[in-house]
């Protein structure tokens, strides 16, 4: 008999992990509250670069994750290699480099347009046979026992018949109903920022070159776009100016405050698109694995974007999830087996709790206006340019390849 997986979720996580348990031969039904396009509105011809489009910062990891199921080539079409990333302090002497050819990679990432990403994805989920997607629904209800997870849900507003299975994946986002249904709690710190999201146009080709520059109003992170001249920005600032930033009339003064922080390395900042604005949070929540449904993406751990390491990170739970399912299958055992779902839960924690600890301590750190403190990490900036043996390790882990 076929088994199957109830997934709670289609964004990009949601969507990702059933291309992945489908190429495992693992049937899955997914439910996302979300109407999606038709099939003739997701295809690649529909598609066409957009100048507000949003951006992902792939690792090398999550990139192979991605040749893996046989889709790079074509998410490569709207994607552009990382060849260095450059650290700063805006009026520091600080600052650290990292290059791809001095650590012998191809590249350390790739930055894909999240709207090339979803399509892609989508595309594939909706060709894929062992994948039955119901979109517009709204899960109601949640309930287990020792055997089954039973769903209820509505369409449109009338209910669907229940779904059971052995095995509920609940990747159904920050404020995930899955995870309060189970009674998880959460562990929640407010950054009191809200992140500036955007494309820009500049002057100076960016020649694959990432850059990370702290400075008094937030971390502000470019990343090149394809296009030699397009940049994608993240600019977190203290929750309650976004105003300041956000609307057509604000264009020129969003583009003067990157001038002023970033400097003439980019050239001139002569376009901006549209900015959107997420306020940031860490939300934790306090166990992944609840008898048989597993937390995954933000519905587990919510993380503050300062070194683009959310998305990858929830990639590699994923992956790491599979390969404990199917050695479940191998075993002709039950792949929602609690204790298997604890003994994921354990093997993912100290990856996750590394990559938490690190964003939170960079937002933490070098938000702190102390000028002890800023003499401190500047000295730290220095050190990690020059100290033999730290530069890998760094890429290593910033690569995912060291999970």
Known sequence: MQQQVIMVGGGMVG?????????????????????YPNDDQVGPAAYHSGFDARNTALSRRSVQIYQQLGLW?????HATPILEVHITEQGSFGKARLMAAQEKVESFGQVIENAWLGRVLLAQVQQQPLIEL????????????ADQVYVEATRNGEPIPPLTSRLLIAADGRDSFCRQALGVGVDVHDYDQVAIVTAVQTSKPHHQVGFERFSPRGPLAL????????????????????????????????????????????????KTGQRFSFPLS???????????????????????????????????????????????????DDIGEPQMLLAYEQARLIDQQRVIRFCDSVVRGFSHPNPLLKLLRNTGLVAFDVIPGIKPLVASYAMGLKA
Not at 73 to 77: R, S, V
């Open 73 to 77: 080539d074509a998410l490569q079409q």
């Open 282 to 332: 860490q939300v934790l929540a306090e166990k992944q694995a609840v008898g048989r449904v597993i937390l995954m993406g933000n519905a587990a751990h919510t993380i503050h974007p300062v070194a683009g390491q959310g998305f990858n990170l929830c990639l590699r739970d994923a992956d790491v999830l599979v390969r404990f399912i199917t050695g479940q299958l191998v075993k002709s």
């Open 134 to 145: 119901i979109d517009g629904v709204r899960v109601t209800s949640l309930k287990q026992d």
């Open 15 to 35: 969507l990702s992990l059933s291309l992945m348990l489908a190429k495992a031969n693992i049937a899955v039904k997914l439910l996302e509250a979300v109407k």
């Open 223 to 270: 990343l090149p776009l394809p296009g030699e001249f397009r940049r994608s920005v993240v600019w977190p600032v203290k929750k309650g100016t976004e105003h300041e930033w956000l609307g057509a009339e604000n264009d020129q003064h969003f583009l003067d405050a990157l001038q002023q922080t970033y400097g003439d390395r980019a050239g001139k900042f002569l």
